[in-house]
């Protein structure tokens, strides 16, 4: 056995006697009954959410829809007999003015931009979107704002009651999993608050994805599409290309980017399959040409591809419910060919477009907060394409921070990066990345890609914000164990000691204080750093990992003060020295939108109100 893999397994060995945070599903699911009664003020809500974590069956569910996934009407007649259990039928949802998006990608991004548009000229939304980063009441939005906690609790109590007295002794499972449940809340939301439209983004895939029983939308997209979730929507590009276009529907109009042409041709064959008229959206700048700029409210530019979708979305949805003021049609004298699919129409965007473009928020994708010395560069990129994109853009925000100059502007001195900030006298600045990644996706992949950001520090630690998050049912999490996302971070950081050149063949090291009873200060970094190399160290959960980060310097994440043996690692203790020193210290959170969540959660209290 390698020295390596002894120290893993000893680093465990500690993880396994610490309190495991979330209890065991089963458990959950039998200590609470079905009308709970809350014992104080305010709690009603934390009730409804442990009851819908005892849904949480992901692992087991996936499973099941890949050995059914030759019978993709299995998966939606369960999912309508949900539905007609909880009091609607299909033909109810028609009634929402759906407009339904899928992709890889920026779907969620595009969703956020779509709704921010029709909510600029006037009209109710609703948005149903996955995952949440602080609170689950965030994936169903009205007017782009997260239903209350109260809406939350009352709308789920009613459907959870309505399904266990519809339940009968044919009934396989009495309960949708986790995302079905929310799904079906979602619609009950909408339909009940009457909103004008509902912009619904696919949890996975397609075809076989649980929102795919909406049967007449008003008009559906397909944002950018990538390698992601092979496990379940198969290996190459082209076999997810198939899954994606699934949501395509008779006669429904639907909208692409521009994407490779084998995916492409994909989409184009399974919307002819369906007789879907399917339409190429033009880039931005043909919207742009002859006019001034678009600006958009997220940064980056792959968002100009999201926005593009979405102008085209919310056009066409205003085309077909009558309304007017949607934009001139002007030509265009650079009109793009693919294939056989047809250009979506240029037009003039209308200034009700130009305010919801410049003012959608959609927070943990491209998000920067500036906060005293810190500044966070929150996105929830995940797979090899969103991670370059994010790349990016990092690396753009912080060129655009620095003085123009006419030669080289950057100086390493003792490993550290000395950059001129605009506005401010020299000084070292500190990159650190923060990353996690989680399911099968590559992760060594995604950590070789964010190389050329130069990091100083790379530090690594599972999506909890605490090591036990059992105070928190927005954070629970039953499908993980402790052990496995602490080893699954440790695997992240050999990752990238071993992309290092001049690390290869280094051994990793643990200095765990028994004393401290458990992985809260779980610190492995390799021995000896080298004095080019990046320094790498493992928190066990994102709140120590953000005290080690910020050292006090955060003027809103202000913690009582560092657990005991947090700066007990030589590299942990001479790191926070330079971070105290440092005049500006730039930190790129990525690799998992759950991440991206439990950070928000720390550096944002407001949100968890």
């Known amino acids: 056995m390698s020295r390596a893999h002894s120290h893993l397994r000893a680093a465990l060995c500690l993880a396994a006697v610490s309190p ?31 009851m819908l974590n005892t849904l949480q069956t992901n692992a087991g569910y996936l499973e099941q829809v890949k050995r059914q996934r030759g019978d993709p009407q299995t998966q939606l007649e369960a999912m309508e007999l949900y539905l007609a259990r909880s009091g609607l039928q299909v033909e109810d949802l028609n009634q929402l003015n759906i407009i339904h998006v899928t992709g890889t990608k920026g779907k969620g991004s595009t969703c956020a931009f779509t709704e921010r548009i029709l909510r600029s000229y006037g009209l109710k939304t609703g948005f149903f979107s996955s995952p949440h980063l602080v609170q689950v009441r965030e994936r169903i939005r009205i007017n782009g704002q997260p239903i209350s906690p109260e809406l939350f609790t009352k709308h789920f109590w009613h459907l959870y009651h309505r399904l266990e007295e519809t339940k009968d002794d044919s009934s396989c499972v009495s309960m949708p999993a986790y995302f079905r449940f929310l799904t079906l809340m979602a619609f009950h939301v909408f339909l009940q608050e009457k909103v004008d439209l509902a912009v619904v983004e696919v949890g996975i895939g397609g075809a076989y994805d649980c929102t795919n029983i909406i049967r007449k939308p008003v008009v559906c997209g397909v944002s950018s599409l990538g390698i992601d979730h092979t496990s379940l929507l198969g290996d190459t590009i082209d076999k997810i290309a198939w899954q ?10 639907a909208f692409t980017v521009l994407q490779p042409d084998s995916p492409l041709a994909v989409l184009r064959d399974r919307a002819q399959q369906v007789s879907c008229p399917l339409y190429l959206c033009p880039p931005l700048e043909a919207l742009e040409e002859g006019v001034l700029p678009l600006t958009l409210g997220l940064e980056g530019e792959h968002q100009r591809s999201n926005a593009a979708l979405a ?3 919310a056009r066409c949805w205003l085309q077909q419910q009558g309304h007017q003021g949607i934009g001139e049609p002007k030509a265009w004298s650079r009109q793009s060919h693919a294939g056989q699919l047809a250009p979506a129409p240029v037009f003039q965007p209308t200034s009700h477009m130009r305010h919801g473009l410049r003012d959608t928020e959609w927070p943990g994708r491209t998000q920067v907060m500036r906060r005293g010395p810190l500044t966070w560069y929150l996105d929830g990129a995940h797979t090899s394409s969103s991670v370059q994109a994010c790349v990016r853009w990092f690396r753009q925000s912080l060129q655009g921070r620095q003085k123009p100059s006419c ?16 506005g401010a006298l020299s000084g070292p600045e500190v990159r650190v990345l923060l990353f996690n990644s989680t399911g099968d996706r590559d992760s060594a992949a995604l950590l070789k890609l964010l190389q050329p950001c130069q990091f100083d520090y790379a ?10 998050s059992a105070g928190n049912a927005d954070q629970q999490n039953f499908t993980v164990t402790l052990d496995h996302v602490l080893l699954r971070c440790l695997e992240h950081q050999q990752h990238w000691n071993r992309l290092g050149e001049e690390q290869a063949g280094l051994d990793l090291w643990s200095t765990p204080s028994p004393e401290l009873g458990g992985p809260a200060s779980l610190l492995l ?11 790498s160290l493992v928190f066990s959960c994102i709140s120590h990992a953000l005290q080690w980060i910020s050292q006090g310097r955060d003027p809103v994440f202000q913690p009582l003060g560092p657990p005991r043996g ?20 730039q930190v790129l959170v990525t690799g998992s939108l759950h991440l991206v969540g439990g ?6 209290p407001a949100l968890s109100q």
């Open 20 to 50: 495991r945070g979330p209890t065991p599903r089963g458990a959950a699911r039998r200590g609470w009954s079905a009308r709970p009664a809350p014992q104080e003020p305010g709690m009603e809500y934390q009730d409804a959410v442990r």
């Open 244 to 253: 994606k276009g699934g949501i395509f529907k008779r006669g429904v109009p």
């Open 311 to 313: 102008l085209q979305l």
């Open 407 to 422: 030669g080289t502007c950057e100086e390493e001195v003792g490993g550290i990066t000395l950059i001129p900030l605009l």
């Open 459 to 468: 530090v690594f630690c599972p999506n909890l914000t605490e090591v036990s």
């Open 525 to 535: 970094a390799p021995r000896p750093p080298h004095p080019h190399s990046t320094s």
């Open 566 to 585: 947090l700066l007990s690692h030589p590299v942990a203790e001479s790191g926070a020295s330079v971070l105290r020193e440092a005049a500006a210290i």
């Open 599 to 604: 950070v928000l959660k720390l550096l944002e």
